[in-house]
């Protein structure tokens, strides 16, 4: 996944349906003696909404939170799309614009206090590790670089077989792949993790060897490529949101036709267009364990 030099303004053609973090506040600077604890957090995507029905199928969302033990304040940190999955995952075709337009940034969300109920009802609220101030302080520097230079959220995780060893082509940079990062860097920085089970949710693709198709100007520019422009924005044309179900079914068809039948996915990755030829099972979600990280305790320890 491509880091880049600064985050873009967003576009105002992207909305929101619900607000991204919106209580969020500034990382505060911790004194150096404070000890402070680290919670792994995790809970059905759009729990709020409803419920452990996403839990069921183990699609899960996760965050990290803190405790103070000099102040005895909470925090919660989590990283998620701006505006919402959907627009993540599928561009809009806007009348008039030849290329499809995404609203798919991404980014941390800092704010006091954690909800114990929202995590602990339907999901996970753990101890996993406890670090300095110093720590924290170092870590707080690293989100600010991660969060400006890894911009932009990528639902897919592409790979070549469902076999744990098999060739992975594309991956995903999501909410996880966040809190992975932060352990790790927890890690260098001295911190040591307890030895639990720590599971996370991926949705896989199933793909043979990706073809590199070009980027926006390349294929939808004046000199593009009108085939596959319009090839591009025809496959998406079905993802787009529904306001019947019958409408939905329709489009249902015509996505199961180009993908499963027909064997055919274009993926926008770093702002770049791919062709997947895919494979049997198409698609999968997972839930699967990525073990907490290994250190030793350095000058920054504990």
């Not at 505060?28 to 404070?34: H, L």
């Amino acid at each position: 996944h491509r880091r880049f030099d600064y985050r873009p303004k967003t576009d105002p053609y992207c909305q929101a349906r619900y607000t991204f973090c919106p209580t969020g506040s500034a990382i505060p600077v911790m004194k150096e003696k404070d000890v402070i604890e680290v919670y792994r957090l995790q809970a059905p995507v759009w729990e709020f909404k409803y419920g452990d029905l996403l839990g069921h199928l183990k699609i899960m969302h996760d965050a990290v939170g803190f405790k103070s033990s000099l102040t005895g304040k909470n925090y919660t940190m989590e990283w998620y799309e701006l505006f919402q999955l959907g627009n993540c995952t599928f561009p809009h075709l806007r009348p008039g614009m030849d290329a499809p337009f995404w609203c798919n940034q991404g980014a941390a969300c800092f704010y006091e206090g954690i909800d114990d109920a929202h995590w602990k009802e339907n999901g996970t609220l753990v101890h996993v590790t406890t670090i300095s101030g110093t720590m924290f302080n170092e870590m707080a520097k690293w989100v600010k670089y991660d969060n400006e230079t890894g911009i932009y959220y990528e639902t897919w995780t592409v790979q070549a077989s469902p076999d744990k060893q098999s060739t992975v082509w594309f991956d995903s940079y999501e909410c996880s792949k966040f809190i992975l990062r932060t352990y790790q860097k927890l890690t260098d920085l001295g911190a040591v993790f307890k030895k639990i089970q720590t599971n996370y949710t991926s949705i896989i693709l199933f793909s043979g060897e990706p073809v590199y198709l070009g980027n926006e100007t390349s294929i939808f520019g004046p000199l593009g490529n009108k085939t596959l422009a319009a090839a591009i924005r025809d496959f998406y044309y079905p993802f787009k949101p529904h306001r019947t179900v019958g409408g939905f079914l329709v489009d249902l068809l015509k996505i199961i036709d180009r993908v499963i039948l027909n064997h055919q996915f274009y993926l926008f990755y770093n702002l770049e267009y791919w062709f997947l030829p895919m494979k049997f099972p198409y698609v999968k979600i997972v839930y699967e364990e990525v073990p907490l990280p290994i250190g030793s305790k350095t000058s920054f320890g504990v």
